[in-house]
T-cell receptor
Framework: DGGITQSPKYLFRKEGQNVTLSCEQN?????MYWYRQDPGQGLRLIYY???????QKGDIAEGYSVSREKKESFPLTVTSAQKNPTAFYLC???????????FGSGTQLSVL | SQQGEEDPQALSIQEGENATMNCSYK?????LQWYRQNSGRGLVHLIL?????REKHSGRLRVTLDTSKKSSSLLITASRAADTASYFC????????????FGKGTKLTVNP
């Protein structure tokens, strides 16, 4: 089945720790995105990538980092600089920029 | 800042009734999309309507777009309990960057 897979589903971070959220797609999509969703809120864009080895900051990139070494993979690292990381993180991909997005099932990150 | 804003924030109806949700946006767009999110899950694409289109249908869904008023509506006819979810609109800016901006969503509850 083609799709986009996020892991883990739940993740806990200790103070001062960096954690990495995985996002893999087998849809052969060029563009991939990371969004953050807080309770009762919409999605806010963290980072996006339109092509391998290239990515751009979104609206709330501070405290996060990404890489795009392979077309299929777009991992997100939540660094210790992100002081309020508790949120639901969603990864998405699309064949063409700003067209239909395909979403993963999300990762809930909480702070211990 | 949010490009799209949904209205109402929450809507509760009985099974079999129609549900209407609205989205307003601020700048000229290329297209507008509607997504659905079940609690704790990723978003699922429903419909994309382009700026030169006025209405689109998909099953029980009907979307209208009024570019002069910078607004769109999503109508779900003959609602079912399984339609209970949050619904988001997403817009891109004409001549803008390569990203979609999501509203905060309308939480729809369909009571059996």
């Amino acid at each position: 089945d083609g799709g986009i897979t996020q892991s883990p589903k739940y993740l806990f971070r200790k103070e001062g720790q960096n954690v990495t959220l995985s996002c893999e797609q087998n849809l052969n999509h060029d563009a991939m995105y990371w969004y953050r969703q807080d309770p009762g809120q919409g999605l806010r864009l963290i980072y996006y990538s339109q092509i391998v080895n290239d990515f751009q900051k979104g609206d709330i990139a501070e405290g996060y980092s990404v890489s795009r070494e392979k077309k299929e993979s777009f991992p997100l690292t939540v660094t210790s600089a992100q002081k309020n990381p508790t949120a639901f993180y969603l990864c998405a991909s699309t064949r063409r920029t700003n067209e239909k997005l395909f979403f993963g099932s999300g990762t809930q990150l909480s702070v211990l | 800042s949010q490009q799209g804003e949904e209205d109402p924030q929450a809507l509760s109806i009985q099974e079999g009734e129609n549900a209407t949700m609205n989205c307003s946006y601020k700048t000229s767009i290329n297209n507008l999309q509607w997504y659905r999110q079940n609690s704790g899950r990723g978003l699922v694409h429903l419909i994309l309507i382009r700026s030169n289109e006025r209405e689109k249908h998909s099953g029980r869904l009907r979307v209208t777009l009024d570019t002069s008023k910078k607004s769109s509506s999503l109508l779900i006819t003959a609602s079912r309990a399984a339609d209970t979810a949050s619904y988001f609109c997403a817009t891109d800016k004409r001549g803008g960057s390569e990203k979609l901006v999501f509203g905060k969503g309308t939480k729809l509850t369909v009571n059996p």
